[in-house]
């Protein structure tokens, strides 16, 4: 892989937990990998007071914690942190931002790079157009020599108007082509494994419509609570923290078309067309066609855990989803017809994410099928943890007759022994330092996204009769989510039907 060019990274927000938890961490594996610029500098800004040295202090600690880098070699620590300086800046302070001005071009001049700058806002989504403003005011926001990035982390606004807003906003001051969207799922190995599975293999793309699927499953499941961010999660809900951006991210990808090239707008082009594709669901269908949940408290493994009104910063009344699981269509040629089923939730039994293509049946059934065998041929792409790709099929038993049993293929990542699997922000802030936004989420795809949520967010918020369900910690969710999935037999997959003892994922 190529070096990217000598260039600055600046970034807002730099004595917070993104920076201290994913950013450094993952810019340090990049060092390790020997994939940072010749000529490289970061430039932590932040309203807190802090020296060069205990900047560098607090960073080299982040690194021991949180890096996944089993080699902590001091020496390239050392090099790594001599990258790093800081500047205190007040973000809505104009005045503050002359001062990074020549700060970041003082330090341009001593490592001998050109004015090549990216700004990561690792801060409260609040302050996004503030920061762009002040950049731009101080002429720092547009190209004169050099090129100037901008990385935004979601959430991209808060419905569908806040979100054009903030695009038209920050239109006003930097172009889309400087704008780089975080959805840190599709910098996962494994999410941009759907479009090679799907467009580097002959057998599945043929297989891959109504005419062979029989539904799409989509689940993201964790077994944490809201932690610390109780604050935040009660203003957003699982619709927006993770429906509106990473399940939708992971149906455009599975539902999308070839895309003619691998060039960052083909790629985009098509998922958008997913998301216009997406039948809207009206306001009066919301009731048959969502279901929202909440935790309640409940004993995990011998651990009793709050239910979620009693986590810190959360509303005691609150209404606020913890679960939701989604029944939709796309209006397309591919897919007219074929349901596809999201759900995502905090505290369910483990943490998995995977995409479940369930083919048809065989139009005749011909061998008798063990005891509880209603199972069809499931592809099962396999996000998180234990990555991979499973194909489930019918074998015959040994023996007698014809007895049918279910089989597994599967593939792990883990297989490579020796590769690897760098972490998403590893992978997005190389590509954005090499100017590569294909991982990234355009203005237009947001927007859409937006759209399709917005009525169920109407809806919510107009019809105090539709139930939040409560469901306890440590469970799949409210039941009343089996019934999306109509049908004789028919069930959500349970990937962790039998949970080892410590709790871990363990696959059927
Ligand atoms: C974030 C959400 O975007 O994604 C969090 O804000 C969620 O609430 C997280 O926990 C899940 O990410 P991952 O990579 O752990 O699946």
Not at 359 to 388: M, W, Y
Request: glycine residues 8%.
């Amino acid at each position: 892989m190529e070096k990217p060019g000598n260039l600055i990274l600046v970034i807002f927000g730099a004595s917070g937990d993104l920076t201290s938890r994913k950013l450094i961490p993952a810019l340090f594996s990049l060092k390790v990998q020997k994939l940072l610029p010749e000529k490289f500098a970061i430039l932590g800004c932040g309203r807190t007071e802090y020296s060069d040295i205990d900047f560098r202090k607090k960073m080299r600690e982040s690194i021991l914690s949180f890096s996944e880098e089993k080699d902590h070699d001091k020496g390239l620590i050392d090099e790594f942190t001599g990258y790093l300086s800081y500047c205190s800046v007040d973000n809505s302070n104009p005045s503050d931002f002359e001062k990074l001005k020549k700060e970041l071009f003082a330090r341009a001049i001593e490592i001998d790079t050109p004015p090549n700058f990216i700004f990561y806002m690792a801060t409260p989504p609040s302050m996004y157009s503030k920061i762009a403003e002040n950049l731009h005011k101080v002429q720092l926001a547009e190209y004169s020599s050099g090129f100037r990035r901008f990385i935004i982390e979601k959430p991209f606004g808060y419905d569908l108007e806040s979100g054009r807003e903030l695009n038209r906003t920050l239109h006003e001051l930097i172009t889309e082509d400087q704008i780089y969207r975080i959805d840190h799922y599709l910098g996962k190995e494994t999410v941009q494994n759907v479009l090679v599975t799907r467009f580097a293999n002959g057998i599945f793309e043929p297989l891959w419509n109504r005419n062979y699927i029989h539904r799409v499953e989509i689940t993201s499941a964790e077994s944490i609570g809201v932690e610390e961010r109780g604050g935040y999660y009660d203003s957003s809900g699982a619709l927006r923290d993770m429906v509106q951006n990473h399940l939708l991210q992971m149906v455009g990808l599975t539902a999308m078309e070839p895309p003619s090239s691998l060039g960052s707008n083909s790629i985009r082009n098509e998922v958008l067309k997913v998301l216009q594709s997406l039948q809207t669901i009206k306001e009066a269908d919301v009731p048959g066609q969502v279901v929202r949940g909440q935790y309640t408290g409940s004993t995990i493994r011998g651990v009793c855990v709050p239910g979620y009104r009693y986590e810190n910063g959360v509303a005691k009344d609150s209404r606020t989803e913890t679960y939701v699981a989604i029944k939709f269509f796309i209006n397309n040629w591919r897919w007219g017809g074929v349901p596809f089923y999201i759900r995502t939730g905090k505290r369910l039994p483990t943490r998995v994410t995977e995409i479940v293509i369930h083919f048809k049946k065989t139009p005749h059934h011909l061998f008798q099928r063990e005891v509880g065998n209603l199972a069809s041929n499931q592809l099962i792409i396999r996000i998180q943890p234990d990555e991979g790709i499973l194909l489930k099929f019918d074998m015959k038993e040994p023996g007698a007759g014809f007895n049918v049993k279910n089989v597994n293929m599967d593939f792990h990542y883990r297989d490579f022994a020796d590769i690897r699997v760098p972490s998403a922000y590893e992978r997005l802030l190389y590509d954005v330092m090499i100017g590569d936004s294909t991982l990234f989420s355009r203005d237009d795809e947001v927007e859409t996204a937006w759209k399709f949520v917005e009525p169920i967010q109407k809806a919510w918020a107009n019809n105090r009769e539709i139930k939040v369900y409560g469901y306890p910690a440590g469970t799949w969710g409210p039941s009343v989510s089996n019934d999306l999935i109509e049908g004789c037999g028919l069930t959500w997959r349970y990937p962790c039907k039998n949970l080892s003892d410590d709790g871990l994922y363990c696959e059927l």
